[in-house]
């Protein structure tokens, strides 16, 4: 009798026990809308499964990216992977880079982001959306992001991406970097063969090209991509200027300039006139795409390009089976007429900005999912793949596999083909890029390249925009609208030869009464406290 008394009692404990637990759970399920949506429980203590996964339930995210060439595999393996390590579906949204910023600002002003979306380092209407409330304030949720908390605090270029003292995207950042440039690139063979010495100013460069256009009348002797812009930005600052706001060293010791109101941005202008009025420019440079230069290139149809000079590498690749000989080269950066020899290096974060959207239901999983691709694991995984199929470890180093390196090696441009057919990597959804895979699968040339890349060689790195407050968001955004589209509207008409240079003059001044010198204020007042902030 006493025993069945005493089992009872147990029974009714273990009942009482089951209850409160229950009505627990009960409680911390209801409190999704409370204290932890507003991202004030520390991270990890968000309650990650037995199984390991980073996340207690499967979700799915929507990611608008920059599309690539060759394009992007949306179901690609690494993608899956992911999932099985961190209960996140990963449904890629690639879009040309082309149409990319007037598709971004459509979603913004149509408040129809997706959940997660890549915006362009620099970019005005991201510093408008961000100060207008549209992406999630990633400082408010740093207690799910020790990474980025971490990084933030060793990397003070982070904190330019910010809007008002707060983050508003997770940094696309270089844990790794093959050190790469916006440069010069020639078929050197071609110079041997014709016995032209190798041009070390832009001169030199114009009467080359000119004697390869003799030598080889049926070839283009100088591409490009993206038109006048993408020139203007890369050569325009070899020749002493930029395109619209850019930061020059060699003005005041460093400022920021708006390039075409200044009187050297005319010597580009005139230079990229002078090439296209003879013929040397391609004639489809205001409308041809990457994929439209690269076949140009690839092909033997073009001679000259100015842009990434990692591009000659699958170039080579490609032209060798049909000329042993040929070979795109790295010149040194060319002295232009003020007696500047400089060129502009990639820097070593990119800095482009992965957003959330404000509106997303769940914004400590997404907080935790991104933070989770700067960690030790997310970074391997998003960079090299799956271990035992795609990479081995070989003394605690990632080594991408024989098999992969084999699969990909008669492919136009391996590294980027592999890229895009695991899932890894810059060109597809990564937000701590190692690049030892492409030293790895590209040609000793690029890795020689890289060492020429230096300071000491006359490279310039990259430097990102400063911070803004809300009044000089807003003035940029009527300012620059107002400025940029002059610019747009009246630059290739110069190449062409459609407006004459004599009018360069009044189109420069129109373009500081448009607000240009404003536009210069506002950065460099910017810069200068942000400096003062960030010794």
Same mark, same amino acid.
């Given at each position: 009798?006493?025993?069945?008394?005493?089992q009872?009692?147990?029974k009714i404990?273990?009942?009482?026990?089951?209850?409160?637990t229950?009505?627990?759970a009960?409680?911390?399920?209801?409190?999704?809308g409370?204290?932890?949506a507003n991202g004030n429980?520390?991270?990890?203590?968000?309650?990650?499964?037995?199984?390991?996964?980073l996340?207690a339930?499967?979700i799915?995210?929507?990611?608008?990216t920059v599309?690539s060439?060759p394009?992007i595999?949306k179901d690609?393996p690494?993608?899956?992977?992911?999932?099985?390590?961190?209960?996140?579906k990963?449904e890629?949204?690639p879009?040309?880079?082309?149409n990319y910023?007037?598709?971004a600002?459509?979603?913004?002003?149509?408040?129809?982001?997706?959940?997660?979306?890549r915006?362009?380092?620099?970019?005005?209407?991201?510093?408008?959306a961000?100060?207008n409330g549209m992406f999630l304030?990633? +400082?408010?949720?740093l207690?799910?992001a020790?990474?980025? !908390?971490r990084?933030?605090?060793e /990397?003070? =270029?982070i $904190? #330019?991406?910010?809007?008002?003292?707060k983050?508003?995207?997770f940094p696309?950042?270089?844990?790794?970097?093959?050190?790469?440039?916006?440069?010069?690139m020639?078929?050197m063979?071609?110079?041997?063969?014709?016995?032209l010495?190798v041009?070390?100013?832009?001169d030199?460069?114009y009467?080359?090209l000119k004697?390869?256009?003799?030598?080889y009348p049926?070839k283009?002797?100088?591409?490009?991509?993206?038109?006048?812009a993408?020139?203007?930005? +890369?050569?325009?600052?070899?020749?002493?200027s930029g395109? !619209?706001i850019?930061?020059?060293? /060699?003005? =005041?010791? $460093? #400022?920021y300039?708006?390039?075409?109101?200044r009187?050297?941005?005319?010597?580009?202008l005139?230079y990229?006139?002078?090439?296209?009025?003879?013929k040397?420019?391609?004639?489809?440079y205001a409308?041809n795409?990457v994929?439209?230069?690269?076949?140009?290139?690839?092909s033997g149809?073009?001679?000259f390009?100015?842009?990434?000079?990692?591009f000659?590498?699958?170039f080579?690749a490609?032209?060798k089976?049909?000329?042993?000989?040929a070979?795109?080269e790295l010149?040194?950066?060319?002295?232009?007429?003020l007696?500047?020899?400089?060129?502009i290096m990639?820097?070593?974060?990119?800095l482009h900005?992965?957003?959330?959207?404000a509106k997303?239901?769940?914004?400590?999983?997404?907080v935790k999912?991104?933070d989770?691709?700067?960690?030790?694991?997310g970074?391997?995984?998003?960079?090299y793949?799956?271990?035992?199929?795609?990479?081995?470890?070989?003394?605690?180093k990632?080594?991408i596999?024989?098999?992969?390196m084999?699969?990909?090696a008669?492919?136009?441009d391996?590294?980027r083909?592999?890229?895009?057919?695991?899932?890894?990597g810059?060109q597809?959804f990564t937000?701590?890029v190692?690049e030892?895979p492409?030293?790895?699968?590209?040609?000793p040339?690029?890795?020689?390249?890289?060492?020429?890349?230096t300071?000491k060689n006359?490279?310039v790195?990259?430097?990102?925009?400063?911070?803004f407050?809300?009044?000089?968001?807003?003035k940029l955004?009527?300012i620059?609208?107002?400025?940029?589209?002059?610019?747009?509207?009246e630059?290739d008409?110069?190449v062409?030869?459609a407006?004459?240079?004599?009018e360069?003059d009044?189109?420069?001044?129109?373009?500081k009464d448009?607000?240009?010198?404003?536009?210069e204020k506002?950065?460099?007042?910017a810069?200068?406290?942000?400096?003062k902030s960030?010794p």
């Amino acid at each position: 009798m006493q025993s069945n008394k005493l089992q009872s009692k147990k029974k009714i404990m273990l009942m009482s026990c089951l209850c409160i637990t229950l009505l627990g759970a009960a409680a911390c399920s209801s409190n999704q809308g409370g204290k932890q949506a507003n991202g004030n429980t520390p991270a990890g203590t968000g309650g990650e499964k037995a199984g390991g996964k980073l996340l207690a339930e499967p979700i799915t995210f929507k990611v608008m990216t920059v599309d690539s060439s060759p394009q992007i595999v949306k179901d690609a393996p690494v993608f899956k992977h992911i999932f099985d390590k961190t209960n996140v579906k990963i449904e890629l949204e690639p879009v040309p880079s082309a149409n990319y910023d007037q598709k971004a600002q459509t979603l913004i002003a149509t408040n129809n982001l997706p959940d997660i979306t890549r915006i362009p380092n620099g970019k005005p209407y991201f510093n408008e959306a961000a100060k207008n409330g549209m992406f999630l304030p990633i +400082s408010d949720y740093l207690d799910y992001a020790p990474n980025i !908390k971490r990084l933030m605090k060793e /990397n003070k =270029e982070i $904190g #330019k991406g910010e809007v008002n003292g707060k983050l508003y995207g997770f940094p696309l950042l270089g844990q790794w970097k093959l050190q790469l440039a916006q440069a010069p690139m020639i078929r050197m063979d071609l110079l041997k063969e014709q016995n032209l010495e190798v041009p070390k100013t832009f001169d030199d460069l114009y009467k080359v090209l000119k004697k390869l256009k003799e030598a080889y009348p049926d070839k283009i002797p100088f591409t490009n991509r993206e038109g006048a812009a993408n020139l203007l930005t +890369s050569m325009g600052f070899g020749m002493g200027s930029g395109f !619209k706001i850019y930061y020059d060293p /060699n003005v =005041e010791g $460093g #400022k920021y300039v708006y390039g075409p109101s200044r009187p050297e941005f005319k010597a580009p202008l005139e230079y990229l006139n002078k090439l296209y009025k003879e013929k040397l420019l391609d004639p489809d440079y205001a409308v041809n795409t990457v994929d439209n230069m690269k076949e140009k290139l690839s092909s033997g149809r073009a001679l000259f390009y100015y842009d990434n000079n990692s591009f000659g590498d699958q170039f080579n690749a490609s032209l060798k089976p049909v000329s042993p000989k040929a070979q795109f080269e790295l010149l040194l950066p060319l002295k232009n007429d003020l007696g500047q020899t400089r060129n502009i290096m990639y820097k070593k974060d990119w800095l482009h900005h992965f957003t959330i959207n404000a509106k997303i239901k769940n914004p400590q999983a997404a907080v935790k999912f991104l933070d989770w691709m700067y960690s030790d694991e997310g970074t391997l995984i998003t960079n090299y793949g799956i271990e035992g199929e795609h990479f081995k470890l070989e003394g605690g180093k990632p080594v991408i596999m024989d098999s992969i390196m084999k699969q990909f090696a008669n492919a136009k441009d391996p590294f980027r083909n592999m890229q895009n057919a695991l899932g890894i990597g810059f060109q597809t959804f990564t937000l701590n890029v190692d690049e030892h895979p492409m030293a790895t699968m590209s040609s000793p040339d690029l890795v020689r390249w890289s060492e020429m890349i230096t300071t000491k060689n006359g490279y310039v790195s990259e430097v990102a925009p400063p911070p803004f407050t809300d009044s000089e968001i807003d003035k940029l955004k009527t300012i620059l609208s107002k400025v940029d589209t002059i610019v747009n509207q009246e630059i290739d008409k110069f190449v062409m030869g459609a407006r004459p240079m004599s009018e360069f003059d009044s189109f420069a001044q129109k373009l500081k009464d448009s607000g240009a010198s404003e536009i210069e204020k506002i950065y460099n007042e910017a810069n200068d406290r942000y400096k003062k902030s960030n010794p």
